[in-house]
Structure formats: structure tokens, C-alpha cells
């Protein structure tokens, strides 16, 4: 008995160390990867849904990525978007990567960027919110001149060139009226200048769901009526968003 248990003693130890040499060594730290070869820093959407995403590259080459946008659906990453890009060596770049639509709600929106060779990974996530509605109000200050025809004839019907600007105004809410005034002569032939005016004293309101949209009305009533002319200021606009 006295020699069994010294023999008991060394045999475990001897398996024991056996197992600890056999066994793999217990990670310390982070595991190693490449993935931070590529990142993306920072990722945004505008008013419009328009994505830019900035990445900065550490390669020494340029790189061909493919960039991914998913959107977060009951729990799940759904992919509304897929692209390429060429990312630069060794400097922080944006890219546009087109439009995402805003909905009613807040959207969970999430950026992939992969390369293929050499494997290379980065993703970044955003909360998108609720689309905004985009206002634009309009009126004048009292009649304002559109459009103007000088004629002198005896065979033409006069003012018909002012009444194309006059019904494009009407179609936009404005009241208008048409006035011609006539210099006769003795000898010779009289002389006409018609004048289109166009007014709306309260304001009217228009919602857009973009800016674009917004922004593109606005240009076009400004070419029908005019924000000044000779007689003195004429069409007034306000902006409003919620």
C-alpha cells in the first residue's frame, strides 16, 4: 500500500500534464481579423432619404467593394439595395448610395460593405425617421403684371398672347384679369398693349412629400407670376416643414 499511493500520485500528473500540452491555448483578447482594413464611419440619410456613407480605407490599394442596405423587418435584415463601389488606398472617402424612402414610421436601416479579395468586412446601422411633410405657402401683394402684348394691327384679334399666362395662373388658384389699352391715331394704323394681371390675397397651401418636389413647384409659379416687376413686388413664398 505504502508504494501504491507515490505511484497513484504520479500517474495522474503525468496525464494531466499530457492533457495540458494536448489542448489548445485559451484566447486572449479580441480574435484577429482584417476587418478593420476598411470602416465605416458614418452613415446618413437627408431629408429626402438620399445615403451617404463615409469609409475610410487602410489598404495601400484601391479596393472594389460591394455595399449592401437592408432594412429591419419583424426582426429580420431585408435587402432594399445593392451596389459596387471602388474604395480609395489609405484616405476617408463618401459615397452616395442613392435613396432609401422615408416612411410614417422610424426605420432601422443597416450598410454592409464587403471585398472580396482580400476578404474585408465593415458594417454600420442608422435610424432613419419618419418622413416630413414639406409646405410651401403663396399669395400676393395685390394685381400683379404676367404677361404683356403690343400690337399694331387692323386685322389680328388682340391680347391673345396674354391669355395662355392668364390660364395657367387660374390653374393655380389665382383670380386674374385681362386689360387692353388702345392709343388711336388719326392717320395710320392704332396701337394695342394688353396687359394679364394675376392676385391672391390669402395664402395658399401646398404639402410635398420631398424638397425636390417642393423646389420644382416653386420655380414653376415663380415663371407664371413673378416676384417683382415695374409696378413693385408681386409673388410671396414661405417655406415650412413638419
Do not use: C
Request: glycine share 6%.
Amino acid at each position: 500500500m505504502k508504494t501504491l499511493v507515490p505511484t497513484l500520485v504520479a500517474t495522474f500528473a503525468l496525464a494531466t500534464q499530457s492533457l495540458s500540452l494536448a489542448a489548445d491555448p485559451v484566447p486572449v483578447g479580441p480574435t484577429p481579423s482584417k476587418t478593420d482594413v476598411i470602416v465605416v464611419t458614418h452613415i446618413k440619410a437627408d431629408a429626402d432619404g438620399d445615403i451617404k456613407a463615409t469609409i475610410s480605407s487602410k489598404s495601400s490599394t484601391v479596393l472594389s467593394a460591394t455595399y449592401k442596405i437592408s432594412r429591419l423587418i419583424g426582426g429580420n435584415w431585408s435587402q432594399i439595395k445593392t451596389g459596387t463601389i471602388s474604395i480609395p488606398a489609405k484616405k476617408t472617402s463618401d459615397f452616395g448610395l442613392g435613396r432609401v424612402q422615408r416612411t410614417k414610421e422610424e426605420q432601422k436601416i443597416r450598410l454592409d460593405v464587403t471585398v472580396a479579395n482580400p476578404k474585408l468586412s465593415s458594417a454600420r446601422e442608422l435610424s432613419m425617421h419618419p418622413k416630413k411633410l414639406f409646405i410651401l405657402k403663396y399669395k400676393t401683394r395685390g394685381w400683379v403684371q404676367i404677361a404683356y402684348q403690343f400690337q399694331k394691327t387692323t386685322s389680328e384679334l388682340t391680347g391673345q398672347a396674354v391669355k395662355a399666362p392668364a390660364a395657367e395662373a387660374r390653374k393655380l388658384g389665382f383670380q386674374t384679369k385681362i386689360k387692353t389699352d388702345t392709343t388711336t391715331v388719326l392717320f395710320g394704323t392704332d396701337s394695342y398693349r394688353t396687359y394679364a394681371y394675376a392676385r391672391m390675397d390669402n395664402y395658399t397651401v401646398k404639402t410635398f412629400e420631398t424638397t425636390d418636389e417642393r423646389d420644382r413647384f416653386k420655380r414653376m409659379i415663380y415663371k407664371v407670376v413673378p416676384s417683382y416687376t415695374n409696378d413693385g413686388p408681386g409673388l410671396i413664398s414661405q417655406e415650412e416643414e413638419k
